[in-house]
């Protein structure tokens, strides 16, 4: 089983909608996650941190669900600019500063 | 505030060359990672750092050497390039704090012939 899990999509829906992404993670000790968000041909970009309880930054909201080993991302409202690949990452431990990614899922926002 | 920057950011090389990338960051950030990105695979570390003089390395390390000597700059050399080593390769840094996130250079493209 890989680390970090993700569906690669790609995710096609129309401006406006919500969509949602999961991430599943094996390592039950994980300590940190996060979303990223990366564009064509370009480096990867924080989205957002995802906390124990949960979070929202405007139309987004991450969310970790411990005793399943997954996190998601809510994307409400989404813009032709919500176009992108988001990645997951996770750190393991607390001992290793590694951080892993997942492949990523690709989402399309069309008119 | 230039964050982490990476050089060159485009290069071909011939199989058996040799080259060296350069990442470099004005964040006094501890924590330091070569990634490549291929098509499918993701994000796959190849070697990091976890500070000034100490490198370590990750999952894919064959066929890479690194080094530390200054802590804002982060080498990592190809000395004998493959084309197993066509990818684009991200520099990345954070902070010693336990659940600070990376903050990422703007890759280097490099193909190998």
């Known amino acids: 089983r890989k680390e970090v899990e993700q569906d690669p999509g790609p995710f096609n829906v129309p401006e406006g909608a919500t969509v949602a992404f999961n991430c599943t993670y094996s390592?039950?000790?994980?300590?940190?996650f996060f979303w990223y968000r990366q564009d064509c041909r370009k480096e990867p970009k924080l989205l957002m941190s995802?906390?124990?309880s949960g979070n929202e930054d405007g139309r987004f909201t991450a969310q970790l669900n411990r005793a399943s080993q997954y996190i998601s991302l809510l994307i409400r409202d989404s813009k032709l600019s919500d176009s992108a690949t988001y990645l997951c990452?996770?750190?393991?431990?607390?001992?290793?500063?590694?951080?892993?990614f997942g492949t990523g899922t690709r989402l399309l926002v069309s008119p | 505030n230039a964050g982490v920057t990476q050089t060159p950011k485009f290069r071909v090389l011939k199989t058996g060359q040799s080259m060296t990338l350069l990442c470099a960051q004005d964040?006094?950030?501890?924590?330091m990672y070569w990634y490549r990105q291929d098509p499918g695979m993701g994000l796959r570390l190849i070697h990091y750092s976890v500070g000034e003089g100490t490198t370590a390395k990750g999952e894919v390390p064959d066929g890479y050497n690194v080094s530390r000597l200054k802590k804002q700059n982060f080498l990592l050399g190809l000395e004998s390039a493959a084309p197993s080593q066509t990818s684009v390769y991200f520099c990345a840094s954070r902070p010693d704090r336990g659940h600070s996130p990376l903050h990422f250079g703007n890759g280097t493209r490099l193909t190998v012939t």
């Open positions: 995802v906390y124990s």
């Open positions: 964040m006094n950030h501890e924590y």
């Open positions: 390592n039950s000790a994980s300590q940190s």
């Open positions: 990452v996770v750190k393991p431990d607390t001992g290793f500063q590694k951080l892993v």
